[in-house]
């Protein structure tokens, strides 16, 4: 759990400032201002224009939110990892073992997290009206009630389930091949992070989409939407089919791409890393204390 904590709050404030482009350019129906070609120029146009930290507006709740997240996350996937792998191809490896534990892991994970990205996100968008982070919240809460904070979670568990299915299989599948005795290995977590974290990125984008509108309820968007707020999946794609057409389901995704390969690179690579230096030193200590009663 604590490498988990460390491996999320790294990777969510490191990537942030890339985090709040994607955003942005999910947006479906953007002010002529925050129309952006490419990640670099929205970055650049971002500082320029609005101030070099306004790419950072949010990172307290996401780091605040990130901690809890992961330690549930990765203390949950190698728990059920190991149970199921050990009922399915006991010995061994099962791709469907690490799918399956990827999957209910991200339902803790998503419960913790999903009122953090809510507030991030609203803060993220162009001419957003908050400074604060307080101040969001308090205005989600009074305007639109406690169950804002959860609007987008089906949407999210539809899209972070898939996505942790293929991110893990994939991650284990890479592992397999580059790293056979599962000994810690940094390039080998950086690429099969990084492999994983793009395929599983570039597949889910269409959900990633929608759960940015359910979490902003963009006002240009809910013109569109004659129910007034977005409140589902299912109102949630076909609104943005009605904006936007096909297309308008991988707006994006470069930018969610290339955020996903460093920040899945960065994520197992500390992971594995404090796993190592942590388990490493409980090894040392029981050696220490056997060969002290001896």
């Known amino acids: 759990m604590v490498a988990g904590a460390v491996a999320g709050i790294l990777e969510h404030c490191?990537?942030?400032?890339?985090?709040?482009?994607?955003?942005?350019?999910?947006?479906?129906?953007?002010?002529?201002a925050a129309r952006y070609r490419n990640v670099l120029e929205a970055l650049w146009r971002i500082i320029r224009t609005e101030g070099l930290w306004r790419p950072m507006r949010g990172l307290n709740v996401t780091a605040t939110g990130a901690g809890p997240a992961h330690a549930l996350y990765f203390a949950c996937y190698e728990k059920l990892k190991k149970t199921l792998s050990d009922v399915i191809h006991p010995g061994g490896n099962s791709h469907?073992?690490?799918?399956?534990?990827?999957?209910?892991?991200?339902?803790?994970?998503?419960?913790?997290?999903?009122?953090?990205?809510?507030?991030?996100?609203?803060?993220?968008?162009?001419?957003?009206?908050?400074?604060?982070?307080?101040?969001?919240?308090?205005?989600?809460?009074?305007?639109?009630?406690?169950?804002?904070?959860?609007?987008?979670?089906?949407?999210?568990?539809?899209?972070?389930?898939?996505?942790?299915?293929?991110?893990?299989?994939t991650y284990e599948f890479l592992q397999e091949h580059f790293n056979p005795q599962r000994r810690y290995n940094p390039s080998s977590h950086v690429v099969s992070g990084a492999c994983a974290g793009a395929v599983a990125a570039a597949v889910t984008t269409p959900l990633d989409v929608c759960k940015t509108l359910l979490n902003t309820q963009e006002s240009l968007a809910l013109n569109s939407n004659f129910t007034g707020h977005v409140t589902g999946m299912a109102s949630a794609f076909r609104t943005v089919?009605?904006?936007?057409?096909?297309?308008?389901?991988?707006?994006?995704?470069?930018a969610r791409v290339i955020y996903q390969i460093p920040s899945t690179a960065i994520a197992w690579s500390v992971y594995e890393f404090f796993k190592y230096l942590i388990t490493k030193r409980q090894e040392e200590w029981r050696a220490g204390k056997r060969s002290s009663t001896e």
């Open 96 to 169: 469907i073992a690490n799918g399956a534990a990827g999957c209910v892991a991200t339902l803790l994970h998503d419960a913790a997290m999903n009122p953090a990205e809510v507030v991030k996100q609203r803060m993220q968008m162009y001419n957003s009206p908050y400074h604060r982070v307080t101040d969001c919240v308090r205005a989600v809460w009074q305007n639109e009630g406690a169950g804002a904070f959860y609007r987008s979670y089906t949407t999210q568990l539809t899209m972070n389930v898939p996505f942790q299915a293929i991110h893990f299989m």
């Open 14 to 32: 490191v990537m942030y400032p890339v985090d709040c482009v994607k955003t942005r350019m999910q947006s479906l129906q953007p002010d002529p």
């Open 241 to 254: 089919y009605q904006v936007g057409g096909v297309t308008a389901y991988f707006r994006g995704v470069q």
